[in-house]
């Protein structure tokens, strides 16, 4: 349904590298950048990073947050290592979370500018 979504932060350079090393265990890669935009994706952009002058002040109450779809248990593991060695805040270690499904594998973190981000993996196998 969606094609994609775009967020606005401050620090381009900043962005880049959480989301380079956030994103790369998932299989996304940048596929566009520029002085004030980064594009992500596998086979076409699905997540726009782009410099703005009035980001979207981080809420807790909002709600809001991206899940990424990972291709095993052990990407969701690198996802959050690699989130957290970027500048990345951790917001929900690795694990199963039984009250989403057996099987529901993710991890949470919030990015420099304050968003909320979550890898999954529905796959059952064991945990790296």
Excluded at 67 to 83: I, K, M, Q, T, Y
Excluded at 101 to 120: H, L, M, S
Aim: hydrophobic share 35%; proline share 5%.
């Amino acid at each position: 349904m969606i094609d994609h979504v775009s967020i606005g932060v401050k620090n381009i350079a900043r962005s880049r590298a959480f989301y380079d090393a956030a994103l790369e265990p998932l299989g996304y890669s940048l596929l566009s950048h520029g002085e004030e935009s980064l594009g992500y994706g596998g086979d076409a952009i699905r997540f726009w990073v782009q410099v703005s002058r009035h980001p979207v002040p981080a809420d807790e109450g909002s709600g809001l947050h991206f899940c990424l779809v990972a291709p095993s248990r052990s990407a969701v593991d690198a996802f959050h290592a690699g989130a957290l060695a970027r500048g990345g805040v951790d917001n929900g270690q690795p694990g199963v979370r039984t009250d989403y499904g057996p099987t529901y594998y993710a991890a949470f973190v919030k990015e420099p500018d304050g968003y909320r981000i979550e890898a999954w993996c529905g796959r059952e196998e064991a945990t790296s």
